[in-house]
């Protein structure tokens, strides 16, 4: 799956609440920037972000980053609106996880991504969220 589709679902999530900025935008432009995607190319899924590819098409892993990534992203703002945990909800039922999946990694995914989690173990916890 290209980081350009990943990027696409967080800029999603992050112009949920009117306000792509701050912690958020810096997130984004931070995982682009790390896996080879320019200013530019970034500034260009801003304003035109991709769908999410077919589920099908996703390995496992892919999920799990892309469940990952829009968690760590809802909460580096310190604020949490209800439009962001829905967003999150329904895109873990996309992915063929139970919608509660979200909070389980919410609750074990730090908003500062200095702080590494323990990913081995979230992927392990998640198993057992598979619809």
Same mark, same amino acid.
């Given at each position: 799956?290209?980081?350009?589709a990943?990027l696409?679902v967080l800029?999603?999530?992050?112009n949920i609440?009117?306000d792509?900025a701050g912690e958020?935008k810096?997130l984004?432009?931070?995982?682009g920037k790390?896996?080879?995607v320019?200013?530019e190319e970034?500034?260009n899924?801003?304003?035109?972000?991709?769908?999410l590819p077919?589920?099908?098409?996703m390995?496992?892993d892919?999920k799990f980053e892309y469940?990952?990534?829009?968690v760590q992203?809802?909460k580096?703002? %310190?604020?949490? !609106?209800l439009s962001?945990?829905?967003f999150?909800?329904?895109? #873990?039922? /996309?992915?063929?996880? *139970?919608?509660?999946?979200?909070?389980?990694?919410? %609750?074990?995914? !730090?908003?500062?991504?200095a702080?590494?989690?323990?990913?081995s #173990?979230? /992927?392990?916890a998640? *198993?057992k969220?598979?619809q």
């Open positions: 799956m290209s980081i350009k990943k696409s800029v999603q999530l992050a609440d009117g792509f958020e810096d984004i432009y931070m995982i790390a896996n080879g320019s200013e970034i500034n899924m801003v304003e035109n972000p991709e769908p077919p589920v099908s098409t390995s496992e892919d469940l990952f990534h829009i992203l809802m580096i703002d %310190s604020q949490v !609106y962001e945990i829905k999150c909800e329904e895109l #873990s039922e /996309k992915l063929g996880f *139970k919608r509660n999946v979200i909070s389980k990694l919410s %609750s074990r995914i !730090y908003s500062d991504p702080i590494t989690s323990d990913v #173990s979230l /992927k392990r998640i *198993k969220y598979k």
